[in-house]
T-cell receptor, first 115, second 115 residues
């Protein structure tokens, strides 16, 4: 069974810092990996989707990398802002077994950026 | 940008009552999902639905749960006899195609509180 782990569980930084959030998964047989943002009590907003054949994806100040063979992904946030404060979730979509189309989530990293 | 819409945003119900959670997926999407997140825990898969039938369900999705797409636009999750442990945030999600280039779009969730 796929297990997804995210570290750190929480991060508190001053505005302007560059950040790295980590995600690891136990089974490298994945189609893709998706990073989401979750604001308190709210839904999941998709940030980036990386295919298993890709090494990285970028959107604005966000850059996500994927090393499928080692079961790792990182989300890099450049020049953090207070508006980036949220929980960041990593989810993988397996490519084998009876779980096609099903996502496995990590617990998330709760980020606080203070002015 | 197209959205997945969920109603109600918050529902309080008494233990043993039936509840129906409603979702309107993105109109040209073909695959539909329910996930839930108990407070402080991971987002976990409940069920996937395609071509008017369940594709896959998790061990959580027992006989108390059912899903339906009654009219080609709404997608509902019914819990027949709610328990205290059903209290959670329930997310609906949809995806355009099985193609791995397409990620998930999640709704903003329904917070279910069973008292």
């Amino acid at each position: 069974k796929q297990e997804v782990t995210q570290i750190p569980a929480a991060l508190s930084v001053p505005e302007g810092e560059n950040l790295v959030l980590n995600c690891s998964f136990t089974d490298s047989a994945i189609y893709n990996l998706q990073w989401f943002r979750q604001d308190p009590g709210k839904g999941l907003t998709s940030l980036l989707l990386i295919q298993s054949s890709q090494r990285e994806q970028t959107s604005g100040r966000l850059n996500a990398s994927l090393d499928k063979s080692s079961g790792r992904s990182t989300l890099y946030i450049a020049a953090s802002q207070p508006g980036d404060s949220a929980t960041y979730l990593c989810a993988v979509r397996p490519s084998r077994g009876s779980t096609l189309g099903r996502l496995y989530f990590g617990r998330g990293t709760q980020l606080t950026v203070w002015p | 940008e197209p959205e997945v819409t969920q109603t109600p945003s918050h529902q309080v119900t008494q233990m043993g009552q039936e509840v129906i959670l409603r979702c309107v997926p993105i109109s040209n999407h073909l695959y539909f999902y329910w996930y839930r997140q108990i407070l402080g825990q991971k987002v976990e898969f409940l069920v996937s639905f395609y071509n008017n039938e369940i594709s896959e369900k998790s061990e959580i999705f027992d006989d108390q749960f059912s899903v339906e797409r009654p009219d080609g636009s709404n997608f509902t999750l019914k819990i027949r006899s709610t328990k205290l442990e059903d209290s959670a945030m329930y997310f609906c999600a949809s995806r355009k195609r099985q193609d791995t280039n397409y990620g998930y779009t999640f709704g903003s969730g329904t917070r279910l509180t069973v008292v």
